[in-house]
């Protein structure tokens, strides 16, 4: 039900996907501006080493109708000459460091992340009595709690993420194994989306805990976690089902129109994900909802734990 009337909301409330888009845009010209230092000397050093052939090779196989097991022999090509470039190139692999740690991890995070809670409180306003609230003056009144969210809220999401990329990587080692070799593509998705679904599903009531009840900020991780856990199988599914159609969707029009499509499908599933933990939240906490301007959504109320 929550995926159902998420997807249903992701039509009524498409406006707030702009609203995204012109945040996108801002943030990434002051991630640009703040990794340009940084990023400059790894560029030279990856374009010295022909990534960036590599990467229009892959870009072919995709578009030429070669088989999965084409691309990702030529992505693993891709990540195989990152690697040995940043081994030989010490001041690329310091920078790589350095940009990866300071602007991505942090600049990126946090800057961005402070949309969460003003878009959440729009869609909250929506869904509790379809008001209609602005964005900016949102995100204006809730900065203060926004910075400490974003701040407590990288201490959860950056282990994680570190902990799918090395999975990841290492999964990538099953192109040297003759006989795993084929089934190296289907394991790697398999195990990213898993990990990506399950790291969603602790934290999807996170941020609606805060928004909907004004919890404190480790009060509601931690409710989010045992909501998460208590119902893991409904929540899970439905971040396991959103996180296949969003990787499929933004690989093929990144892809097929060169990248210009995700201008449209970045924002989108942004606002997806978003308007997911919502529904979740309404519908495991027995709470009635707007879907559209005149749908309401009666959940069943859970029974109380013992």
């Known amino acids: 039900m929550a995926f159902k009337n998420a997807l249903k909301m992701l039509v009524s409330k498409f406006g707030l996907m702009w609203v995204l888009l012109l945040y996108l845009i801002i943030t990434g010209v002051l991630i640009v501006s703040l990794s340009l230092p940084f990023a400059l ?8 080493a022909g990534i960036g ?7 072919a196989s995709v578009t030429g109708g070669d088989n999965i097991g084409v691309w990702f022999d030529k ?30 991890v942090f600049a990126y995070r946090f800057i961005f992340g402070l949309y969460e809670l003003p878009m959440l409180t729009v869609i909250e306003g929506h869904m509790s009595s379809d008001a209609r609230i602005g964005f900016t003056g949102r995100y204006i009144s809730l900065l203060g709690k926004s910075c400490k969210f974003v ?15 090395i999975c990841v990587y290492w ?53 989010s976690v045992k909501r998460g856990m208590r119902f893991f199988g409904s ?15 933004n690989m093929l029009v990144g892809f097929f129109t060169f990248g210009a499509g995700l201008v449209l499908t970045v924002p989108m599933s942004v606002l997806f994900l978003n308007l997911l933990n ?11 909802y707007y879907v559209d301007d005149t749908t309401v959504i009666t959940p069943p109320v859970p029974a109380q734990e013992e």
């Not at 000397?41 to 010295?48: E, I, L, S």
């Not at 052939?53 to 870009?59: C, D, E, G, Q, V």
């Open 41 to 48: 000397p790894v560029v030279r050093a990856f374009r010295q």
């Open 278 to 288: 919502m529904t979740v939240y309404y519908n495991k906490n027995g709470r009635r």
């Open 171 to 223: 999964l990538f080692v099953l192109f040297n194994v003759p006989v795993l070799k084929f089934f190296a593509p289907f394991l790697i998705m398999v195990v990213l989306l898993v990990l990506l679904a399950f790291r969603y599903t602790l934290i999807a009531m996170w941020a609606p805990e805060i928004v909907v009840r004004e919890n404190g900020i480790f009060r509601s991780f931690g409710f």
């Open 53 to 59: 052939k590599l990467i229009s090779a892959l870009h």
């Open 235 to 249: 929540v899970f599914s439905s971040f396991l089902i959103a996180w296949t159609l969003i990787i499929a969707l």
């Open 75 to 104: 992505l693993y090509a891709v990540v195989r000459a990152v690697k040995d470039t940043l081994i030989i190139d010490k001041w690329a692999a310091f920078n790589t460091g350095a940009l990866i740690a300071f602007v991505l």
């Open 151 to 165: 701040l407590v809220k990288i201490l959860y999401t950056v282990p994680f993420d570190l902990l799918i990329f």
